[in-house]
């Protein structure tokens, strides 16, 4: 895998309406799949499903996100992500979880 010096900035959140269901891209650094969190609505409120490659750590954040979108939105969410940046510290994987969260924030209240 290529090098990539953290750059909080590059962080991007998309979205692909699938239907009435969205599609989530969230990557940054060097972009891939390291896992891929499905949530949907069901009869005790959302429900998660989530993929990941081994060696990835992405299904923290992804898995959470999935369910705070179907759960705001009311519909299927997949997310997609894959963010690497190398030797990061504590503190700038703290980052990190913070810029999507942020993201996420920012999303959400487009689509209000």
Excluded: C, W
Excluded at 15 to 37: K, M, N, P, W
Excluded at 94 to 108: D, H, M
């Amino acid at each position: 895998m290529p090098s990539e010096a953290f750059d909080p900035g590059d962080i991007t959140l998309s979205e692909t309406a699938v239907g009435q269901d969205i599609l989530l891209l969230i990557t940054g650094g060097v972009r891939h799949i390291g896992a891929a969190s499905t949530a949907y609505i069901g009869e005790n409120g959302a429900e998660v499903t989530t993929s990941a490659v081994p060696g990835h750590k992405e299904h923290t954040i992804s898995e959470s996100v999935a369910v705070k979108v179907a759960e705001a939105l009311r519909r299927t969410v997949t997310v997609v992500m894959g963010i690497h940046y190398d030797d990061l510290s504590k503190e700038q994987i703290a980052r990190v979880v913070e810029i999507v969260e942020r993201r996420v924030e920012l999303y959400l209240a487009g689509k209000k």
